[in-house]
């Protein structure tokens, strides 16, 4: 294959990285007991393990004060709301 074509598989790779630059990813890591716990109660809920971890360091930095006014609200969860019809 030509280099021409990796270069546009690269931008589009380049694209969608700053799409997702708004998140920040970390490696956790947890006891295994920990984690099937955590995983329980987002499923509960409705929520990936990873939704349900964001969600309770958002409550317990805003229980203490610490959540800055900048950051960004969690995305609604579930489906987007369907859009109306045209005319």
């Known amino acids: 294959m030509s280099g021409a074509g990796r270069g546009g598989e690269r931008a589009a790779g380049q694209r969608a990285a700053a799409g997702r630059a708004a998140r920040k ?29 964001e969600f ?7 229980e203490t004060g610490r959540l800055p006014g900048s950051a960004a609200p969690i995305p609604p969860r579930g489906r987007p709301p369907r859009s109306s019809p045209g005319p």
């Open 56 to 62: 309770l360091l958002r409550r317990a930095l805003a």
């Open 25 to 53: 990813q970390v490696l956790l890591r947890l006891d295994p007991q920990v984690y099937e716990a955590l995983a329980r109660w987002a499923g509960e809920e409705l929520r990936s393990a990873n939704a349900q971890i």
